[in-house]
C-alpha cells in the first residue's frame, strides 16, 4: 500500500486538511485536496500556500470539488467539521477503492466510529494537535504545533494485516516531519484531549486570553484542574 505512487486524498479542505494535505505533498506524495469552490479554484490557479511565522511556501497539490476524486487514494483524510460527518460517510461508500484506508482527523470522540457505521474499508482515528486557520482562499496560516497521535478501534485490530497498515499511515506522516506516534488505546488518546480542551478552552474564553498568556499563568493548570 505504502508504495512511491502512494495517492490521499483530503475529504474537507479547511485548515487542518490543508496543512497535513499540504505537508504530505511537500514531501513528495500525491495529493487530491477535496473542498469549496472558493478554495478549490484558487489552489488550482495558485497553488497552497503555508504560512509560517517565519516562512511562506507554496505547494503544488491538486484540488477538485468532486468526492469522486477519492476513486484513486489508497489513502482518504476525513477532515470535515463533527456535524459533516455522517453526510462524509455516505458521500464516500461509493468511491472507495476496496484496499484504501480511511483516517479521520476530526475535533471530537466519535468521529471514526460513525465513519465505520458506514464504510467497509478500515477507519483509523487521529487525535490532531495543530494550530491553523484558512487566512484567504487557498492560504493556510499555521501558528502552533503540528503533531497526531493515530489508533485503531478495538472493533478493527483483529482486521487482517491492520496493524501493518496502521503503521504504514503513521510513516507516511513521519515523513512528512509530522510526529505521528501510535496509541494502543486511541479512545483514551481523543478524551483526554477533549478533557483538555473543555477546561483549557472555557478558561480562555470567559478570560479572554490567549493560550501563550495562559501557560505563563501559575494558576491556571490548578483552575483546569
Known amino acids: 500500500m505504502m508504495s512511491q505512487r502512494l495517492r490521499v486524498a483530503v475529504l474537507g479542505a ?21 473542498g469549496r469552490a472558493t ?5 488550482r490557479r495558485d497553488g497552497l500556500v503555508i504560512e509560517w511565522s517565519d516562512r511562506r511556501e507554496t505547494i503544488r497539490v491538486g484540488a477538485s470539488t468532486d468526492v469522486a476524486t477519492v476513486r484513486d487514494a489508497q489513502v482518504v483524510l476525513v477532515c470535515v467539521k463533527s456535524p459533516d460527518t455522517d453526510a462524509a460517510a455516505r458521500s464516500l461508500a461509493p468511491h472507495l477503492a476496496a484496499d ?18 458506514v464504510l467497509l474499508q478500515p477507519v483509523f482515528a487521529a487525535v ?3 494550530g491553523a486557520y484558512m487566512d484567504g ?19 478493527d485490530a483483529a482486521r487482517p494485516e491492520i496493524a501493518r497498515r496502521l503503521a504504514a499511515v ?3 506522516f513521519e515523513a512528512a516531519g509530522i510526529a505521528c506516534p501510535l496509541s494502543d488505546d486511541i479512545d483514551a488518546a481523543l478524551w483526554t484531549k477533549l478533557v483538555i480542551n473543555c477546561a483549557f478552552n472555557a478558561v480562555s ?4 486570553a490567549r493560550y501563550g498568556r495562559m501557560v505563563r499563568e501559575p494558576g491556571i493548570r490548578a483552575l483546569m484542574e
Open 14 to 34: 479547511g485548515a487542518v486538511g490543508c496543512y497535513y494535505g499540504g505537508m504530505l505533498a511537500r514531501a513528495g506524495v500525491a495529493v487530491t485536496l477535496i
Open 39 to 43: 478554495h478549490v479554484e484558487a489552489i
Open 100 to 117: 484504501a484506508v480511511v483516517v479521520s482527523l476530526q475535533n471530537g470522540v466519535d468521529n471514526a466510529e460513525r465513519l465505520r457505521a
Open 128 to 130: 490532531v494537535y495543530v
Open 137 to 155: 482562499p487557498g492560504i493556510v496560516r499555521h501558528t502552533g504545533r503540528g503533531d497526531l497521535v493515530l489508533g485503531t478501534s478495538r472493533a
Open 170 to 172: 503513521a510513516a507516511l
Open 205 to 208: 474564553a470567559l478570560g479572554r
